[in-house]
């Protein structure tokens, strides 16, 4: 093995190397191109690569750079050529897409101030593809070559005809920065990955020459829930025999990793640990290698052996294979920055990196070093079970459809027989439609549908890994069998005989409809049917992909994710304030000039500030009102709602909800939309700027007229039957969609925002800002703000609650400062969302130093035991009013263990009198009337995990037992 860099291998000029973002080779491995900080677009020779590396003193006898292109206006992200070398893509941070052709008809020419050799080919960029609304980040070439798609900063997929390079298609189904694509080698599907932590596999299917469909197959999240977002890329790779993908960026806990998700489940049970920084791009080899040397031979057992590199920020190349418990390579520091892409050779036996010092690294592999390749007949005949040994978008995915085209075609012939005698006349004409005055029934026109089953079966092995670090990390190989069918209906029409009912031979009458008749490639006749009826051809079926996930944070699943990207520090509030200015009219006059119609044509994210209603002016809260945009989404489990706002009041605004792709329902606002939540399975929410909100059935049916609300919404969250809506005027409003009520008045944010002990003299002052407002599966609401504090609003009481605060960082032994990841849960999320703002603001030390000078003073000896009983108390009575079963459980156990340590023993018994209900009467007289349940969780269970948490502690022994007795427990 051998790591090399060519000295002339560099994006670079007479002052400086430009950072290089991408590379990438043709098909027959003869050219590299590259992409970099320079604008410019290179062709290398690899010929002259590989005899620079050779060890021939270096000597290279033909050109080393073959062309070198800057028709980009900004640094060039990445190049892909296309599979058959005709074309080569380059996208840029210039929003476009340049595809490049090599033309042998003219003559190189050297550029302008170029200092290097003269361009030995001529590349002429031929079509230039505009689309995205930001930095264009990655394109991939499907293995067919038919679609190129590409991905960027404006969080949204383009799909673009490979051959015309028209736009067939836009997918908005991400929530933040697209970052990477590749493509399935099967030609099923492609998946993308994005700064939303998630990955889609969208599928695509062909439908007839000149229609395709695109449906989102699975979302892939759990291995990315921690990724960072610095990383400039998130490069992920298909394995070439269709079973894996190796994801870029993952995270297992603090630890980067690159996550290998499997072919049909879509889960990531594997991982590959070992990089101390993000991982931006992984790369599959492009062969399939086996140990044994003789590979040609057939009718043996052979292993197979798959080879993956990958790269970090660490600056550290690390290759990795399915047969040794450690990496093959792990190279550390071969560049000087991050390694930014990665691109083996069409024999496997080398690969390319990119570096963002400006230099390309070379890595060059001894022969068996990686393996022995098997030929590339036996993998491509792997991914016939996939359906992708020909164009797999127009073949038959089953055997048993292979079968029935055979039928339908044997029916084709005999019919085209029939055609050829009766257009040819004749005796054998006159016969065969007038053998007898028997009457004679005509054939009828048949229709014959078979289901198209796409076996997705995964052998081969795969990389399991896991470790703390790279060279200790364990890789085995294991098989995973995959299967799932996928619908399609073919359709055979059958032309109809004529019937004849004479009682001696007529002449043969030729039907006056003439039939359009076509002879086939293969010089076979074909004779379009009479239309009879208007024959249906049912669409691909789609059936739903459940990813399996490991169990995820209860916050997600018992509160709503919000709805919207908060702005960093939260949303800015005031207790009194004036109106704000509009600009509209200024807008208005800005028309005609040069500068509003670039700002037309450039489609910005944001179109202009929400109109603030009057009623903020006598107010007692103000909050910060999110922009109105020009598009945005939400995409909750397989569907997505996409509302896109019209230009002016003569263009309405548009929502959409799609589910796999295929359009759910289509609805039109009169006015602009502005925040938007819910899911497919109990409605759906939209609010315009007006404070208007639109409620949904999942089908698109109004559940409801529209909900005014009279001022424009700071928040609309939703979660299950609930939905939550906070005005900018601090009202909060809570229904339940399903039963159609309130449950409860609505109440205002001012107590929450300390606006009784707030005072200045113009009436306008600065109150904490809302970094989170939710609603949990029970209807409650959960606030918290940037000075620590979080409250929810309960319905019973009529008031609101504190349920975190910084006070209990002061002396309580449950609260940990030097960690984030406290209790789980939603007491444990506002506790998190506490000790944030805390650290944040660098008080975390401060409050420690104060505690500890507090309990060395007179009169405070039990400071922190009292502090900490209290913190666990408030956590406890949180749980309660939040309906925390898991939390409720987990604190009682704590809570009821500190007492019987402290000796509390009254405590105790008054918790289990509480738990046990009315019964307790002959215990310790008598006890108010309980319900049986608490958080959904009877009593009677809670108390037998108290007596089970302290009944072996002989402190509360005495107290303990009478209530075991009461449950049958002694």
């Known amino acids: 093995m051998h790591l090399l860099k060519p000295s002339w291998l560099v994006h670079a000029d007479e002052n400086r190397k430009f950072e290089i973002y991408s590379v990438s080779l043709s098909p027959d491995g003869e050219r590299l191109a590259s992409g970099g900080l320079d604008g410019k677009v290179r062709v290398w020779s690899t010929k002259a690569v590989y005899e620079s590396i050779s060890g021939d003193n270096g000597k290279v006898t033909g050109p080393k750079q073959l062309c070198s292109m800057s028709n980009h206006n900004g640094a060039v992200t990445v190049v892909r050529f296309s599979p058959n070398g005709n074309y080569l893509a380059s996208g840029s941070d210039d929003r476009v897409v340049l595809i490049w052709e090599r033309d042998d008809t003219r003559v190189p020419r050297k550029e302008f101030g170029h200092q290097g050799e ?28 038919s679609i190129l798609v590409t991905v960027g900063l404006d969080s949204s997929i383009i799909i673009w005809s490979g051959t015309t390079f028209e736009k067939l298609k836009r997918l908005d189904i991400h929530a933040s920065h697209v970052k990477g694509i590749t493509f399935d080698p ?13 990955i889609k596999i969208v599928r695509y299917h062909r439908v007839s020459a000149n229609d395709m469909t695109f449906s989102v197959e699975a979302t892939i999240s759990q291995p990315f829930e921690g990724s960072p977002l610095s990383t400039y890329f998130r490069r992920c790779s298909w394995s070439p025999d269709g079973n894996h993908i ?23 049970e594997i991982s590959l640990v070992g990089h101390d920084a993000p991982c931006e791009t992984a790369s599959f080899c492009t062969r399939v290698f086996t140990s044994q040397k003789d590979a040609a031979k057939k009718g043996e057992e052979r292993d197979c052996i798959q080879v993956i590199a990958t790269a970090a920020q660490d600056k550290t190349l690390a290759i990795w294979n399915t047969t040794n418990p450690r990496p093959l390579l792990v190279a550390r520091n071969v560049a000087d920055k991050a390694i930014t892409d990665i691109v083996w050779t069409p024999d496997g036996s080398k690969l390319f990196a990119s570096s963002l010092d400006g230099t390309i690294l070379v890595v060059v592999f001894d022969e068996g070093e990686l393996g022995w390749p098997l030929p590339k007949e036996e993998v491509e005949g792997q991914l016939t079970k996939f359906g992708g040994t020909r164009d797999a978008m127009l073949i038959p995915e089953s055997v048993e459809q292979v079968e029935l085209e055979e039928k339908i075609g044997k029916k084709e012939d005999e019919s085209e027989k029939k055609l050829d005698m009766i257009m040819g006349g004749g005796d054998n004409t006159t016969t065969g439609f007038n053998k007898s005055s028997t009457n004679s029934p005509a054939p009828s026109a048949t229709t014959t549908t078979t289901t198209n089953g796409a076996n997705l079966a995964s052998t081969n092995p795969a990389t399991t890994i896991s470790s703390a670090s790279m060279s200790s990390a364990t890789i085995s190989s294991s098989t995973s069998a995959t299967t799932k069918a996928n619908g399609a209906n073919t359709n055979a029409t059958n032309t109809n005989g004529a019937t004849t009912n004479n009682a001696k031979p007529q002449p043969l009458q030729i039907p006056k409809v003439t039939q359009k008749v076509t002879v086939t490639k293969e010089g076979k006749k074909r004779v379009a049917p009479q239309l009879i009826s208007q024959s249906t051809i049912q669409p691909t079926q789609q059936l739903p992909r459940q990813v399996s996930h490991p169990e995820v944070n209860i916050n997600v699943m018992e509160m709503s994710k919000p709805s919207y990207a908060l702005p960093k520090g939260g949303v800015s509030s005031l207790i009194i304030g004036s109106k704000r200015k509009h600009d509209d009219e200024d807008g208005s006059k800005a028309e005609g000039t040069e500068a ?10 944001f179109m202009r500030p929400a109109v603030v209603s009057p009623a903020t002016t006598v107010s007692q809260v103000r909050l910060g009102v999110p922009k109105v945009r020009t598009f945005f989404s939400t995409t909750p489990a397989d569907s997505v709602l996409e509302v896109r706002n019209g230009s002016g009041e003569a263009e309405p605004s548009r929502v959409v909800v799609t589910k796999h792709g295929q359009v759910v329902f289509i609805d039109f606002l009169p006015r602009h939309g502005h925040l938007a939540t819910g899911d497919a399975a109990v409605f759906w929410a939209v609010s315009t700027e007006d404070g208007v909100i639109n409620v949904y059935s999942p089908a698109g049916r109004r559940l409801m007229p ?18 939550l809506a906070v005005t900018a005027t601090g009202m909060v409003n809570v229904w339940n969609i399903k039963e159609r009520r309130a449950l409860h008045q609505s109440v205002s944010l001012a107590p929450v925002l300390d606006n009784g002990f707030r005072y200045a003299e113009s009436g306008l002052t600065k109150a904490p800002s809302v970094t989170q407002c939710a609603v949990t599966a029970s209807g409650a609401v959960i606030v918290t703000l940037t000075s620590g504090q979080g409250f929810t609003y309960s319905a019973d009481m009529l008031a609101w609650h504190r349920i975190s605060e910084d006070w209990w960082t002061v002396g309580s032994q449950y609260w940990d400062t030097s960690t984030s990841t406290q209790v789980g849960g939603i007491v444990g999320l506002a506790e998190r969302r506490t000790n944030q703002e805390i650290m944040s603001k660098g008080r975390g030390g401060y409050l420690q130093r104060m505690a500890k000078t507090r309990m060395l003073q007179e009169g405070y000896e039990g400071f922190e035991t009292v502090v900490s009983i209290a913190h666990l108390e408030n956590r406890l009575g949180a749980a309660v009013m939040l309906g925390s079963k898991h939390e409720l459980r987990q604190f009682l156990v704590v809570y009821a263990k500190r007492l019987t340590e402290e000796g509390l023993v009254d405590r105790v018994d008054e918790l289990c009198r509480e738990l046990l209900g009315p019964t307790t009467t002959s215990v310790s007289g008598g006890a108010p009337e309980w319900d049986s349940k608490l958080c959904g969780i009877d009593k009677h269970d809670l108390l037998k995990t108290v007596i089970e948490a302290v009944g072996s502690m002989r402190q509360v022994q005495r107290v303990i037992s009478q209530y075991a007795r009461f449950m049958g427990l002694s």
């Open 596 to 605: 509003a119609k670039k700002k037309i044509e450039e489609v910005p994210e």
């Open 246 to 268: 190796a994801a870029a960026n993952a995270t297992n806990g603090p630890v980067a990793t690159v996550a290998i998700i499997n072919r049909g489940t879509w889960d990531s």
């Open 706 to 723: 529209s909900i005014v609300l009279g001022t424009s919404l700071t928040f609309l969250e939703s979660q299950g039957p609930y939905l």
């Open 186 to 198: 099967a030609n099923k599907y492609f998946a993308t990955a994005s700064d939303d932590r998630t």
């Open 118 to 145: 003269a361009d030995s080919e001529a590349w002429v960029a031929r079509k230039r593809l505009i689309g995205h609304d930001n930095d264009v980040q990655d394109l991939a070439w499907s293995p067919d070559g």
